[in-house]
């Protein structure tokens, strides 16, 4: 879960130890007026500027984010009652209740405690309950009380960089956990089908973009596939595709299709959506049993590439697509029949793979023909599946000239009409890859033949 950041005092204070001068707050009571601040010396150009506060009311007033420590009298009173009139037991837990206190109107600050000569137990107390260090009243001088500021204000400095790191370390594994969990395994037991993925999202750092997808086998043997881009690149949007893949699961699973599922995902983003402005674009395909046909629904997104042997990768009929998901109240999806033939590579991408700049102007965009392009030259090259959409988004990068902006989610589906033929036994169809655990690498070698159903989490 996100940790909430420290405040903008805390920026200050961190920063005013950097300059030239340094302000000291001294909360003590002295009626007798024995106890002086000593001269404190001008040392590697840093001066010391000193407010005193003789009650804790008072120090509550003058505690501002331009102080940088506080100079705590142990023998405060707290209340009406005063140090001398108790037990040393008791003047020892008014003396560290006065310090809790301070530390606690005072979490950004750093804080010395200053004791009486032979009070060394409530010294080393006063540092566990949380100062920086302590100074014995007797002994101070201003040499002193100028080194012990200075290295109790870097060292709270410190202690709050080191904090706000465990805190941000500690954010990340959390965010990494969440966003893992979140992202797809297909299901695809006992399909023919091999399944393949890459994922990059836009935001640095993160694992999951506004770009989602998912592919489920239902009991008919029809293999559903969908790949999806919700505008904008922020964890709204990740959260939204989010949704929205889970929402097409579901639905997918209890029997819709086509036109009436869209329409439904339509209804899922208008009610979860933060505002009107904000769209999906989608594309899904139904593959039959028999892995011959399929149909196809576009809704504002760019046609799937389909290769077959000994012809060159084209773009499925794109043309009788519909409007994205959001933008018009009562919009159509047309459902278009594909032939696949027997052996075929089906991919499927986000708009992110094709928006990269090439050229040495870097004005112009890949587009969807630069990448047909480039796929059936790599395809001439003999690669396939994982290597395939590997060396795809590596080229699309290098095109770019580095990082993509934008998030970037390609997938692959084939099928082998003479892996089919050899008639797999039904015992090793559909095992799947198990999934790699946090930080292990991902395979990147293609999928064997034996195995022809995996399906595993993609590899980031």
Request: hydrophobic share 40%; net charge negative; proline share 7%.
């Amino acid at each position: 879960m996100p940790v909430p950041e420290p405040q903008q005092g805390a920026e200050a204070a961190a920063e005013a130890s950097h300059g030239a001068v340094l302000t000291l707050l001294v909360i003590e009571d002295d009626p007798a007026g024995t106890f002086t601040v000593p001269e404190l010396p001008a040392e590697a150009g840093t001066r010391v500027r000193i407010r005193t506060a003789r009650n804790l009311t008072e120090a509550g007033r003058l505690l501002t984010d331009d102080v940088d420590c506080v100079l705590l009298d142990l023998a405060l009173p707290t209340g009406s009652e005063t140090r001398a009139s108790g037990t040393g037991n008791a003047r020892e837990a008014d003396g560290l209740a006065t310090l809790e206190h301070v530390l606690r109107i005072a979490p950004r600050h750093a804080v010395l405690a200053l004791t009486a000569q032979d009070d060394t137990e409530l010294a080393a107390a006063a540092v566990r309950v949380g100062a920086q260090d302590y100074l014995c009243r007797d002994e101070l001088d201003g040499r002193l009380l100028s080194r012990a500021i200075r290295y109790a204000v870097e060292h709270k400095r410190a202690g709050i960089a080191q904090r706000r790191l465990t805190e941000s370390t500690l954010r990340a594994q959390e965010n990494a956990r969440l966003e893992r969990g979140l992202l797809p395994t297909p299901l695809l037991e006992g399909s023919d089908l091999r399944f393949a993925a890459r994922y990059r999202p836009g935001r640095s750092r993160a694992l999951l973009g506004g770009d989602f997808y998912d592919t489920v086998r239902t009991p008919d043997g029809t293999v559903h596939v969908m790949i999806g881009d919700v505008c904008g690149h922020g964890p709204d949007e990740a959260a939204l595709g989010v949704e929205l893949r889970i929402a097409w699961r579901a639905l997918t699973m209890a029997g819709l299709c086509g036109d009436e599922l869209l329409s439904t995902l339509q209804q899922v983003l208008e009610h979860e959506r933060e505002s009107e402005e904000i769209f999906a674009t989608l594309c899904t395909v139904d593959i039959t049993p028999d892995g011959r046909r399929a149909g196809l629904c576009l809704a504002g997104h760019p046609a799937p590439l389909l290769a077959r042997p000994g012809r060159a990768a084209r773009l499925l009929p794109y043309e009788d697509g519909g409007p994205a998901l959001g933008l018009l109240p009562r919009a159509r999806w047309p459902r278009r029949q594909v032939e696949l033939g027997g052996t075929w590579s089906l991919m499927m991408y986000t708009d992110g793979l094709i928006e990269g700049r090439v050229g040495e102007s870097g004005t112009q965009r890949l587009g969807q023909d630069g990448m047909v392009a480039m796929i059936n030259r790599q395809l001439a090259e003999g690669l396939t599946g994982e290597d395939l959409l590997e060396a795809a988004v590596a080229q699309v990068r290098e095109l770019n000239g580095g990082e993509l902006t934008d998030d970037v989610a390609v997938l692959l589906l084939d099928r082998d009409e003479e892996r089919v033929r050899r008639r797999i036994p039904n015992g090793d169809r559909g095992r799947s890859i198990p999934r790699p655990r946090p930080g292990s690498a991902p395979p990147t070698a293609p999928v064997s033949a034996a195995n022809p159903a995996n399906a595993q989490r993609p590899p980031l």
